[in-house]
């Protein structure tokens, strides 16, 4: 062990793992940054898919109103809500068919 006492090549030894281990402190740094923008980016997509199928099942529902219209002179819109909120389900009128779009821009 003659050449661990000579100080050049203890600050040899110290500077490589010193080196080592900034590199695996940016590696492992990286692939969290990485990972995170990846899910972030997922999330975003997934929000703006879900906005788009709120967008298209209100325009499905506007539709049904029309043909309920047109055979029957009502809508029975608000009465069809009301059915879907007795079986437990609500409408936080977040989304609707403007503020719809105005999410996906």
Request: with cysteine; aromatic share 6%; proline share 2%.
């Amino acid at each position: 062990m003659i050449i661990w006492s000579d100080p050049t090549v203890q600050a040899a030894v110290i500077n490589a793992a010193g080196t080592i281990l900034a590199t695996l402190i940016a590696a492992i740094s990286a692939s969290l940054i990485g990972k995170f923008i990846a899910d972030r980016d997922k999330i975003k997509d997934n929000l703006n898919l879900a906005i788009n199928d709120i967008a298209f099942l209100l325009a499905v529902e506007d539709e049904h109103c029309k043909v309920h219209r047109e055979n029957t002179n009502q809508s029975s819109k608000l009465r069809i809500r009301q059915f879907a909120v007795d079986r437990g389900l609500s409408w936080s009128g977040k989304f609707t068919p403007g503020r719809a779009k105005t999410y996906l821009e």
